[in-house]
C-alpha cells in the first residue's frame, strides 16, 4: 500500500509540472519543432544552380575583349614593321639638289623620241631630281577577280638602289580589314597579307621571281616619279631602247636583278599606259604572265605633271583580271 502511495503522488506531482508547462507534451513538442524549422528555413540558403547564360555572356565578352586586344597589338606591330623598313629606304629629308642631281634638256638628246616628249610635258628645264617619295592613295582592290573592296594606302619609293615598300588597307567588312605589304628592299622582294594585320592570307618573299616582280612594279610606277625616269651615270638608274614612235622600253638593273617595262605614250608626251610580262604569285609558285596598267587625269604636283588615277590588270588567256584601280591623294618628295 505503501508503494501505491508514493507512486500516485509521482504522477500527480508529473501532471503538476505539465500543467504547469514545465515539461512538455507531444504536441507542444511537434509545435516547437516546426517553429524552429520555420527560423531555420529563414537563416539558411539553399545554393542556386549554375547559370548557363551567364557564364556563357561572361565567356563572350572575355573572348571578345582578348580578340580585340590582339588586334591592336597586331596592328601595331605591323606599322612598326612598315616605319622600319621607311627608315631604312626613304627618309623625308635631305639637302638641297645640286645642279648635278637636275634634269636638264640637253641630258634627254640620245634618248627615244617619245621619251624625250615625255621628258618635255612632265618636267620642266632644271628641275631637281627627286631621290624618295611618299604617295597616298586610295581606291579599290581585288583580292579575288571581280571582287572589289575599297582600300587606302602609303607607298614610300627611293629612286637610286632602288626601293619600296606599298603598305595598304583593303576594307573586307565593316570592322574588319586585311593589311598588305608590298616591298622591294636591298634586291629583295616580299609581299604578305594579313587579316587583321594578324592571320596570314598570304606570305611570299626571298624567291628570284618575287624579287623581279618587286622591281618591275618599282619601274612601271616611277611614272609617279616623273625625274627618275631621266637616266644618270649612278646605279640604279634605267635605260631606254625605242620600240616605235610611241613606245619605248626601260630597263633596269639591281645586282642581279634585271627587269623590263614598256611605256606607251601619247603624241603630246604623256604615259598613258605600261606593259610587259611579270610574275605573279600562283598558290606560291611565280607564274611569268602578261601585265599592263593604265595612268591618266594628269596634274601638275610639285613642278611636274603626274597621273593622278590608274588601274592595273593581269592579262589572263581569258582576258584582262584587272586588281587595282586608284587616284592619289597627296605627294611629297625630295
Not at 28 to 42: K, P
Not at 122 to 144: L, S, V, W
Not at 186 to 201: E, F, I, T
Request: overall charge neutral.
Amino acid at each position: 500500500m505503501a508503494g501505491i502511495r508514493q507512486m500516485s503522488r509521482r504522477i500527480a506531482r508529473w501532471d503538476g509540472w505539465v500543467s504547469a508547462g514545465l515539461i512538455p507534451t507531444t504536441n507542444q513538442e511537434d509545435a516547437d519543432g516546426a517553429e524552429r524549422d520555420r527560423a531555420l528555413s529563414c537563416t539558411y540558403q539553399h545554393p542556386e544552380e549554375p547559370n548557363v547564360v551567364r557564364i556563357f555572356v561572361y565567356g563572350l565578352l572575355a573572348i571578345l575583349v582578348c580578340g580585340a586586344a590582339a588586334l591592336v597589338i597586331a596592328e601595331r606591330t605591323w606599322s612598326a614593321s612598315t616605319a622600319r623598313i621607311v627608315a631604312h629606304i626613304a627618309p623625308i629629308n635631305g639637302a638641297p639638289a645640286s645642279d648635278s642631281d637636275r634634269v636638264t634638256y640637253d641630258q634627254i638628246s640620245d634618248l627615244p623620241a617619245p621619251v624625250q616628249r615625255f621628258v618635255r610635258f612632265a618636267i620642266p628645264d632644271g628641275t631637281a631630281r627627286a631621290q624618295h617619295a611618299r604617295i597616298e592613295h586610295a581606291g579599290q582592290f581585288a583580292m579575288k577577280r571581280d571582287t572589289w573592296s575599297t582600300f587606302t594606302s602609303i607607298e614610300f619609293f627611293r629612286v637610286q638602289r632602288p626601293a619600296f615598300v606599298w603598305d595598304a588597307r583593303i576594307q573586307m567588312f565593316p570592322g574588319m580589314s586585311v593589311r598588305v605589304r608590298d616591298n622591294y628592299v636591298d634586291q629583295q622582294g616580299s609581299m604578305r597579307a594579313a587579316v587583321g594585320a594578324l592571320v596570314n592570307v598570304a606570305h611570299v618573299h626571298g624567291t628570284a621571281q618575287i624579287a623581279e616582280g618587286a622591281l618591275a612594279r618599282f619601274l612601271a610606277e616611277l611614272a609617279w616619279v616623273p625625274t627618275s625616269l631621266v637616266p644618270t651615270t649612278e646605279g640604279g638608274s634605267i635605260s631606254w631602247n625605242a620600240i616605235d614612235d610611241s613606245t619605248a622600253c626601260a630597263t633596269i638593273k639591281d645586282g642581279t636583278n634585271t627587269v623590263s617595262v614598256n611605256f606607251h605614250f601619247a603624241s603630246d608626251g604623256r604615259i598613258e599606259r605600261i606593259s610587259g610580262l611579270r610574275y605573279r604569285d600562283v598558290d606560291g609558285v611565280g607564274v611569268l604572265t602578261p601585265w599592263q596598267g593604265n595612268f591618266s587625269e594628269y596634274q601638275r604636283v610639285s613642278g611636274v605633271m603626274i597621273p593622278m588615277s590608274g588601274d592595273v590588270a593581269w592579262i589572263l588567256p581569258d582576258g584582262a583580271a584587272p586588281y587595282w584601280r586608284g587616284r592619289i591623294v597627296s605627294v611629297r618628295y625630295n
